[in-house]
């Protein structure tokens, strides 16, 4: 089962590859990964998305919040929560394809960010399986050219937030940057 896990890391050097060495040594796969800085400056937010049943997760949960670097650890799949990816699509367009294509984009809440038939490219928001259905249709009208794929991010629905507490990130600011 595809889950989407987010971290709450210290914003060092480092940080992330330690996270993605966790996941190399043990097998495991990442499908996506994104990471950010969050409103902490000493935070940055990493969300990933792999797949497994839940003892595999489970177990990749405790390894992770077993890393030094890490903060905090959620599996957002276990929970109401929204997900969205950025897509970058390229397509070759003929001038019958141009019509039915632009259509689909605005049914998609797509923006496009160019209109030449020889480089027709959209920006689309949207879940995982939304951008794959609208692939789907669009390849109808028209050849792909180039796909680009933020991968997913997500956020839990309701008042569930994965944050430092106050004190903590108070702490964490007066420690400094290097934790001391």
């Known amino acids: 089962m ?21 996941f190399s040594t043990r097998g495991y796969n990442i499908e996506s990964l994104s ?38 650890v959620d599996d957002l799949t276990r929970g109401a929560h929204f997900e969205r990816e950025i897509a970058l699509l390229k397509f070759r367009v003929s001038e019958a394809g141009l019509d039915p294509l632009a259509r689909l984009v605005t049914e998609a809440d797509g923006k496009i960010l160019s209109g030449a038939l020889g480089s027709f490219v959209v920006a689309l928001t949207e879940s995982e399986a939304a951008i794959n259905q609208f692939i789907a249709e669009a390849t109808q009208h028209a050849p792909l050219i180039e796909v680009v794929r ?20 108070a702490q964490r600011r007066a420690a400094g940057p290097d934790g001391c």
């Not at 991968?151 to 106050?166: T, V, Y």
């Open 35 to 72: 990471v950010a800085p969050t409103d902490e400056p000493a935070v940055s937010r990493l969300t990933l998305v792999t797949t497994g049943d839940d003892a595999v997760i489970t177990q990749i949960v405790n390894q992770l919040q077993k890393l030094v670097d890490v903060v905090l």
């Open 2 to 22: 595809r889950h989407i896990v987010s971290i709450l890391l210290q914003n060092e050097a480092g940080a992330l590859g330690r996270v993605a060495g966790m």
């Open 150 to 169: 933020s991968g997913a991010l997500a956020i839990g629905q309701g008042p569930r937030a994965l944050r430092l507490a106050p004190a903590a990130a």
